[in-house]
Nanobody
């Protein structure tokens, strides 16, 4: 069974940091584009960050650029999202997703085939 499992969410004060992890099982995603999305209450799911299958190319939403960093460790079949200088508006459920094989750093949500169950991030002011 193919699974993506996120971890690392939690409650943090504004200005703090969290590191999210997304561990894949059931198959390797080392050749897939990977992404992080988030969904806040009452809002649509939005792209946060993406990384190409080789790992050298990344893409960020304007709202997180300079604060968040996406990375991947293909040997561990894991993708990370380092989140610094967190703001209350970063509060959301964060999802990782696997996209096209040999893919680039950003796609619409409907082009990611596998999704995790999400991890909650709450940033208090």
């Amino acid at each position: 069974q193919v699974q993506l499992v996120e971890s690392g969410g939690g409650l943090v004060q504004a200005g703090g940091s969290l590191r999210l992890s997304c561990a894949a099982s059931g198959r390797t995603f080392s050749t897939n584009a990977m992404g992080w999305f988030r969904q806040a209450p009452g809002k649509e799911r939005e792209f946060v960050a993406g990384i190409a299958w080789r790992g050298g190319s990344t893409n960020y939403a304007d709202s997180v650029r300079g604060r968040f960093t996406i990375s991947r460790d293909n040997a561990k079949n894991t993708v990370y999202l380092q989140m610094n200088s967190l703001k209350p508006e970063d509060t959301a459920v964060y999802y990782c997703a696997a996209g096209p094989r040999y893919g680039g750093n950003r796609y619409p949500a409907n082009e990611y085939d596998y999704w995790g169950q999400g991890t909650q991030v709450i940033v208090s002011s």
